[in-house]
């Protein structure tokens, strides 16, 4: 199951760093590929305004 990134997401960057396999992509807000999420979870643990969940 991949993680999604809610509408809270204020782009501060936060997660991309933490993503180790480069599934989050920059945007107004950040989006998070199924394809490519392996379910970490470690763009969640990071994320101030815990905009990212489990889908």
């Known amino acids: 199951m991949a993680y999604v990134i809610s ?3 204020t ?14 992509s920059e945007g107004d807000i950040y989006k998070i590929d199924p394809d490519v999420c392996i379910d970490c979870g470690a763009c ?12």
Not at 11 to 24: H, K, L, M, N
Not at 44 to 55: H, K, N, W, Y
């Open 7 to 9: 509408d809270d997401c």
């Open 11 to 24: 782009a501060c960057g936060s997660c991309i760093d933490e993503c180790p396999v480069e599934a989050i």
């Open 44 to 55: 969640a643990d990071v994320c101030p305004v815990e905009a990212i969940s489990p889908a």
